[in-house]
């Protein structure tokens, strides 16, 4: 069963809006549709992924997630056990502090970015 694009895109769009706007909603969809990342849906949330193949290894990057919280923690054991049939050693994300609280074993890293 197809998603409801309607209620993910606005999903994505208030995730979007805590990532710096790299993307439109249209522009993970299209990325979704070409197998380019996934996307995990509960009732009431979305949660983004994408695989990040390295030299030496591969990681799952949470990229996005939005909506209920409840759902979004109930989603990990399953993407978990996905990104470690597909070969992932390791999960990544950014995003605010708060979200290693989400998700336990999570440790804070530190990324730099400077707006040119």
């Not at 909603?25 to 996307?39: R, S």
């Not at 979004?72 to 999960?91: D, F, H, Q, S």
């Amino acid at each position: 069963m197809a998603p409801d694009l309607e209620r993910v895109r606005q999903w994505l769009d208030a995730a979007l809006a805590h990532a710096d706007r790299t993307h439109t909603a249209d522009h993970v969809i299209e990325m979704w549709t070409a197998g380019k990342c996934q996307l995990w849906l509960g009732e009431n949330c979305v949660l983004v992924t994408e695989l990040v193949r390295y030299p030496l290894r591969t990681d799952l990057n949470y990229w996005l997630a939005a909506g209920d919280l409840e759902e979004l923690k109930a989603l990990e054991p399953g993407v978990n056990a996905w990104a470690r049939a597909c070969g992932c050693t390791r999960i990544t994300g950014g995003g605010r502090l708060g979200w290693t609280r989400v998700y336990p074993g999570m440790k804070k890293t530190t990324i730099l970015s400077k707006e040119l």
